[in-house]
């Protein structure tokens, strides 16, 4: 097994843990976790400009700026898909509130992550990246984990959602595309990311043990704290 795959096998448990406490903590009720989660406020920052590029994707925005969460993902990996409904939820509970940032981080091991993050920002070309964000993760069982190309299942995503296809496929193997994904995969590795999914809050690093850690890593931010 390679060290990519065992960390994001490691990572799936953790996650996988903070979906069910999602679950199974209301929004304000108290976190399960031993020994405690560090607040921002005690872990070292990665300044805000390594995390977020101008061109970086924003899929929800704060006009007060407050509170950001960036989160490095590879759309293969098992641990980003158990992660994402959460995700999905707290941008829905702090909508205005919480500027969410998505930056790339195809880890090798999983055969299709590249093609993935190419399709991601391809539709990006096109106005459309958070339309093939979700796309990606909703579906990511039916086309995830084989050897298999399936850079035709995502032209089929591109068509769906309304894109220009042939433009789509020309992005899709422009250098262009790839430098901009390994761009984002060098920032990755400056902010010290070792696996996926990582999230930094104001540019500290978060590991959560339950949704909750994240809920109150957000409050801190939001309180200024």
């Given at each position: 097994?390679?060290?990519?795959?065992?960390?994001?096998?490691?990572?799936?448990?953790?996650?996988?843990?903070?979906?069910?406490?999602?679950?199974?903590?209301?929004?304000?009720?108290?976190?399960?976790?031993?020994?405690?989660?560090?607040?921002?406020s005690e872990v070292p920052r990665v300044p805000m400009d390594v995390l977020v590029r101008p061109d970086s994707h924003k899929?929800?925005?704060?006009?007060?700026?407050?509170?950001?969460?960036?989160?490095?993902?590879?759309?293969?990996?098992?641990?980003?898909?158990?992660?994402?409904?959460?995700?999905?939820?707290?941008?829905?509970?702090?909508?205005?509130?919480?500027?969410?940032?998505?930056?790339?981080?195809?880890?090798?091991?999983?055969?299709?992550?590249?093609?993935?993050?190419?399709?991601?920002?391809?539709?990006?070309?096109?106005?459309?990246?958070?339309?093939?964000?979700?796309?990606?993760?909703?579906?990511?069982?039916?086309?995830?984990?084989?050897?298999?190309?399936?850079?035709?299942?995502?032209?089929?995503?591109?068509?769906?959602?309304?894109?220009?296809?042939?433009?789509?496929?020309?992005?899709?193997?422009?250098?262009?595309?790839?430098?901009?994904?390994?761009?984002?995969?060098?920032?990755?590795?400056?902010?010290?990311?070792?696996?996926?999914?990582?999230?930094?809050?104001?540019?500290?690093?978060?590991?959560?043990?339950?949704?909750?850690?994240?809920?109150?890593?957000?409050?801190?931010?939001?309180?200024?704290?």
């Amino acid at each position: 097994m390679t060290k990519n795959a065992k960390i994001t096998l490691g990572v799936v448990a953790a996650v996988v843990i903070a979906v069910a406490a999602f679950v199974l903590i209301p929004r304000g009720g108290s976190p399960q976790v031993s020994g405690g989660a560090p607040t921002t406020s005690e872990v070292p920052r990665v300044p805000m400009d390594v995390l977020v590029r101008p061109d970086s994707h924003k899929i929800s925005s704060a006009a007060d700026g407050k509170a950001t969460m960036v989160e490095f993902l590879d759309f293969e990996c098992e641990a980003c898909a158990a992660a994402f409904p959460a995700v999905e939820q707290l941008r829905k509970e702090y909508a205005g509130k919480l500027t969410y940032v998505v930056r790339y981080f195809p880890i090798d091991s999983h055969p299709n992550s590249h093609n993935a993050a190419r399709a991601a920002e391809a539709a990006a070309q096109q106005g459309k990246f958070e339309q093939m964000y979700l796309k990606l993760f909703e579906n990511q069982e039916s086309w995830g984990h084989t050897t298999e190309s399936r850079a035709g299942v995502f032209e089929g995503y591109a068509a769906e959602l309304g894109l220009d296809v042939a433009k789509f496929k020309a992005a899709v193997v422009d250098p262009a595309t790839a430098a901009r994904i390994a761009k984002d995969q060098a920032d990755g590795a400056t902010a010290g990311v070792e696996g996926t999914p990582s999230f930094y809050i104001n540019g500290a690093k978060i590991t959560p043990r339950s949704v909750q850690d994240l809920r109150a890593a957000i409050d801190t931010a939001l309180a200024g704290r």
